[in-house]
């Protein structure tokens, strides 16, 4: 568990070293929940959309892009039922003046019970070896029951309450688990209130005329709201999606892990519009559909799960989450949620529009159901950074640092380095360059060792790293080292776009998930 929580802050660590993603606002102490994406984390978040946008619009004639606006009437907000329901339950420590989500202190609590019993079961199994049985010792350990008895009854109780939205019983659970602040260290709590999580801001410059507007907490209203504008332009017939990436903000109440939960963040979603009757099908189709993608960025088949939702929300008949195993646990980056035709028909309602398809086979109207894919962009980065960290020892006794990221999303495709800044090295490799930039993205490095510079680029997990030496000149040949085994071939330079082209053309990853 300490390994793991090391290796997250080496994570967040490299992130900023390396102009990956820098903490918002840093020269200002930061702003809490916000960060900005550096020279290559802006690069490896645009290749990641690119990898959504293309999978979903050319890999798809019945799916199509739209960029809705950020603001957005306020009534959508009231229809979606986010004015109401949007909310996060918050209790405050009276002691340290902190603010908790009390959900995530309970769920806390039953995470350590969980850890407890894995280091139980870890001991455990050193010392009974090969005969031991994890379902016996489960059943039997008096100590190992009673965590998990424990755990048991708390869930039930906190399902419960959540249910229910009690939240006089979500504060009596912190109280009787005796939950203490992290802070402080005492239990000297609040009442449990509920707090809508959208940030708003007044549009119109007069007192009179101003008007309450949110940020949007999701980008799927936008979609919502604009699918009879696209069905009836694009003379689109059911089923078909549209697809979008976009901003949302979310005033979440606790902000941790980086960039897993921020206030300012990325979505991609994709509505798909089908026949009533036909949701269940296309939810299993893009609940396969989309395990595949994530499992095609490679970073392991075994870092993946399902999480079935039990309890759906009122207007789902089915509904997923893609986990990713982050160093701090299974955690959700994508949702795939069958939402009925609940939105159009509530914007139906709220707008007084109807929001019907007219059927020609069936001679009929109604209002769509929907199949929903919704993936945060960042927590995307994060899986992926997470899962290319690597440190390595190499064969000369050191080690190196590298992000085996796959080639079609590194921010950088290869590095142009002149083995010594003189004798016209240096100006061959510009040349190389100078050829190269206009299909890859190139850099050229002149700065100290070899050695020192391949580290830089293995840092930032750029795939090829080209070498012009003294026989370059006489024969037009390069090293090419690959980054993940750093084997060096030798190379025709005319033969390094072919070479290069074939292992980072976004092409081969849309080729692993074209149906
Ligand atoms: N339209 C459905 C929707 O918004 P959601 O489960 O609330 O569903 C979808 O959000 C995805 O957005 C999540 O799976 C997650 O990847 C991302 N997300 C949600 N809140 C986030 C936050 N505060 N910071 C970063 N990503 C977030």
Avoid at 486 to 500: C, H, S, W
């Amino acid at each position: 568990m300490e390994q793991q929580e090391d290796l997250f802050k080496k994570i967040v660590s490299h992130c900023k070293e390396y102009g990956f993603v820098f903490p918002s606002s840093e020269i200002y102490d930061g702003l809490a929940a916000v960060y900005d994406y550096g020279q290559y984390g802006v690069e490896l978040k645009n290749n990641l959309k690119q990898y959504w946008w293309k999978s979903m619009t050319l890999l798809h004639e019945n799916i199509v892009g739209l960029d809705s606006a950020i603001f957005m009437h306020p009534k959508i907000w009231q229809a979606s039922g986010h004015v109401d329901a949007f909310n996060d339950p918050l209790i405050d420590n009276k002691d340290s003046k902190k603010r908790y989500r009390a959900d995530v202190l309970i769920e806390d609590y039953l995470a350590k019970l969980e850890g407890k019993v894995d280091k139980e079961i870890a001991k455990a199994r050193k010392r009974f070896g090969e005969s031991f049985d994890e379902k016996m010792y489960r059943e039997t350990n008096a100590r190992v029951k009673g965590y998990l008895d424990e755990y048991e009854a708390l869930h039930h109780d906190f399902a419960k309450a959540m249910e229910e939205n009690d939240l006089t019983r979500l504060r009596e659970l912190i109280i009787e688990k005796k939950i203490v602040c992290p802070i402080s260290g005492t239990t000297n709590w609040t009442e449990v209130r509920q707090f809508n999580l959208m940030f708003s801001t007044e549009m119109g410059s007069t007192a009179d005329s101003s008007m309450r507007i949110y940020l949007r907490p999701e980008t799927a209203q936008g979609i919502f709201v604009n699918f009879l504008n696209v069905q009836k332009s694009g003379r689109m017939k059911l089923p078909f999606g549209i697809a979008q990436i976009g901003k949302a903000f979310r005033n979440e109440i606790v902000a941790r892990q980086f960039v897993f939960r921020m206030r300012e963040f990325e979505q991609m979603e994709m509505q798909f519009f089908v026949a009533p009757g036909e949701e269940l099908k296309w939810f299993e189709y893009w609940k396969d559909l989309r395990m595949k993608w994530h499992k095609s960025i490679g970073l392991g088949d075994e870092k993946y799960r399902y999480h079935d939702h039990e309890k759906l929300a009122h207007y789902a008949n089915a509904a997923t989450d893609i986990e990713y195993q982050m160093p701090f646990g299974f955690k959700e980056v994508e949702g795939i949620h069958s939402r009925t035709n609940y939105d159009l028909s509530r914007h139906e309602e709220f707008s007084g529009k109807k929001m019907r398809y007219f059927d020609t086979v069936k001679n009929e109207s109604y209002i769509p159901y929907v199949v929903e894919t919704s993936i945060g962009v960042d927590r995307l980065f994060l899986s992926v950074m997470c899962g290319a960290y690597c440190e390595e020892a190499t064969d000369n006794g050191e080690s190196r640092v590298v992000l085996k990221l796959h080639p079609a999303l590194a921010p950088v495709k290869l590095a142009v380095l002149p083995l010594v800044r003189k004798d016209g090295l240096d100006e061959k490799a510009r040349n190389v360059v100078e050829k190269l930039r206009f299909n890859f993205a190139c850099q050229y490095d002149e700065k100290d060792s070899i050695g020192k510079r391949y580290r830089r680029q293995d840092a930032i997990g750029t795939p090829y790293c080209i070498t012009i030496d003294h026989q370059t000149l006489e024969d037009n040949t390069v090293t090419i080292r690959d980054r993940d085994t750093m084997a060096q071939e030798r190379i025709n330079i005319d033969q390094l776009t072919e070479v290069i082209d074939a292992k980072t053309n976004m092409t081969n990853l849309l080729k692993q998930i074209a149906q």
